[in-house]
């Protein structure tokens, strides 16, 4: 299995990007899906998660009201809607999947995401 994540680069403060990731190499549906980002020198965080039919919806509290985590389930792909971007969501950020009743989560490469001041 393989998630290839893309729509970062380098975007001032206040501005938005949308991260997209698409899942490869299976045709089992994740049943969940989401983000995770890595700041130098910081543990790696989640971000937000979806399940598959948008029952469980969870964001971290610093990107509530911000970041909308939306899904694709039919071609498990999630994508992260993010806005009023700040120099503190500065990251790596990695989607992930988790297949239904299982705890392994499938990682893919990450995408940088910089925010200037």
């Known amino acids: 299995v393989q998630l290839q994540a893309s729509g970062g680069g380098l975007v001032q403060a206040g501005g938005s990007l949308r991260l997209s990731c698409v899942a490869s190499g299976t045709s089992n549906s994740f049943h969940v899906m989401g983000w995770y980002r890595q700041a130098p020198g910081k543990e790696r965080e989640l971000v937000a998660s979806?399940?598959?039919?948008?029952?469980?919806?969870k964001y971290a509290e610093s990107v509530k009201g911000r970041f909308t985590v939306s899904r694709d389930g039919a071609k498990n792909e999630v994508y992260l809607e993010m806005n009023n971007l700040n120099p503190e969501d500065t990251a790596t950020y990695l989607c992930?999947?988790?297949?239904?009743?299982?705890?392994?989560?499938?990682y893919g490469q990450g995408t940088l995401v910089t925010v200037s001041s």
């Open positions: 992930f999947g988790i297949f239904p009743g299982r705890t392994y989560e499938h």
């Open positions: 979806r399940t598959r039919l948008g029952t469980i919806i």
